[in-house]
């Protein structure tokens, strides 16, 4: 039941992140290649960057909050958050780009 709400929430904030919001389907095998690319690329992030990123867009904790919880600064929270979102950006661009062709 834990991961079926874990799974709903990744799936909402990854469709949040696209714009214009497509149609996600509800079979795996059937996701949209764009949120696949997006999921890969929060899986490749590291431990500490995508353990912000999930705190931060999963659990909705602010930056104080994780930051107490990793023991780092607020400000580090931030660069993380930055490399996190400059990950995702990158990967949607590199989709597009590949579609464009």
Known sequence: MADDNMAARFARTIRDLLAPTPVVPTCYENVDPEIR?????????????????????????GYDRIAHRLDISEK????????ALRAIRKAREDHAREHRK
């Open 76 to 83: 580090a929270v931030a660069r993380e958050m930055v490399r």
């Open 37 to 61: 690319r997006v999921e890969r690329a929060i899986a490749r992030l590291p431990k500490r960057t995508r353990d912000v990123f999930m705190m931060h867009r999963f659990d909705d904790l």
